[in-house]
């Protein structure tokens, strides 16, 4: 019995005296240690305490060991339960580190599935994303500096965008007036910028929504006047105040349906003018108009369920 046991610990002695070997062997050379009665070499070779916290599983046959103290355990059945689980740990460690191997050879690594934006489990969409692929009418020049020399599409004389919507648009200022709100909101339904048109509705308008996804995608769809050419705005009238955080500004809007549009025979290639008396709200704190709502007077065919939101 005593033959058979000694080989066994010098086995183990000599793979615990090489620190990388007994990594590599792992818990089951530390287990047949333990079960072959090899605490006291262990301890010898390594301080125990380190090891049975290196190897968390030790700890739970190490007191079922203690528990049961097995009296026949320096049996020939414990040398070979030891060559066994050594040649398993071996083959498995060899076999894991084959693979690794060859994976980090293969070259590329797989792509993530988060990279991709189409099928199940993709993230959804963010809103600057969902934007970005609406369509617009913003005029096609090479810069912006050019764009802001064009024009102003709100109308207003001798103004050029740069000088008049586009700062409001571009977040350089807010609507100081209820006209700026009216101007801009305007020019963003000709040059078709939907999130303007989100960032300048007060929260108590009926089109408000918290989901800024779905309500972009709204106006993308059937919100932008995609049947209608604009042909120009007219302010009736001066800002009629409430108060000074609340007031009122009439106005007129002229459109042109489209030929070839989804407009109705009856408005297609027809100027239309729809006149509004819209609410706006100013933030007390950062003196910003919003549009409120709107009350249109239209009997124009295809626009009579159109609130203009200007
Ligand atoms: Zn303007």
Redesign the pocket.
């Known amino acids: 019995m005593v033959s058979i046991v000694r080989p066994t610990y010098s086995m183990i002695f000599y793979l615990s005296s090489f620190d990388t070997t007994v990594q590599i062997l792992g818990n089951e050379v530390y287990l047949s240690l333990l079960l072959a009665g090899g605490e006291n070499l262990c301890k010898r070779t390594h301080d125990n305490k380190s090891i049975l916290d290196r190897f968390p599983y030790l700890q739970f046959y190490s007191m079922l060991w203690n528990a049961k103290k097995m009296k026949n355990h320096r049996s020939p059945k414990w040398f070979f339960l030891i060559i066994f689980t050594a040649l398993v740990s071996v083959y498995r460690q060899v076999g894991v580190e084959a693979f690794a191997a060859a994976k980090k050879r293969s070259g590329k690594p797989k792509k993530k599935a988060s990279s991709t934006t189409k099928g199940f489990g993709a993230p959804p969409l963010s809103l600057e994303q969902v934007l970005a692929k609406f369509p617009t009418r913003i005029p096609k020049l090479p810069t912006d500096d050019d764009i802001a020399t064009l024009e ?3 109308g ?1 004389p001798n ?1 050029s ?1 740069g000088d ?2 586009g700062p409001l648009h571009n977040k350089i200022r807010p609507c100081l007036t209820m006209e700026d709100v009216l ?2 909101r305007y ?1 963003a339904f000709c040059w078709r910028k939907v999130e303007y048109i989100m960032d300048t509705t007060h929260e108590t308008c009926r089109d408000w929504r918290g989901d800024k996804i779905a309500w972009a995608k709204d106006l993308n769809k059937q919100g932008m006047f995609d049947s209608f050419d604009f042909v120009g705005l007219e302010i009736l009238g001066g800002e009629d105040f409430v108060d000074d955080n609340d007031g009122y500004l009439e106005f007129q809007v002229t459109m042109r349906g489209k030929d070839g549009g989804t407009s109705s025979a009856a408005v297609a290639g027809k100027e239309t003018v729809v006149k509004e008396r819209s609410r706006f709200l100013r933030d007390p704190d950062t003196k910003a108009w919003t549009y409120a709502s709107g009350d249109v007077r239209s009997e124009v065919a295809g626009l009579q369920d159109t609130q203009l939101n200007m």
């Open positions: 102003c599409p709100c207003k103004a965008y008049c919507c101007r801009s020019a």
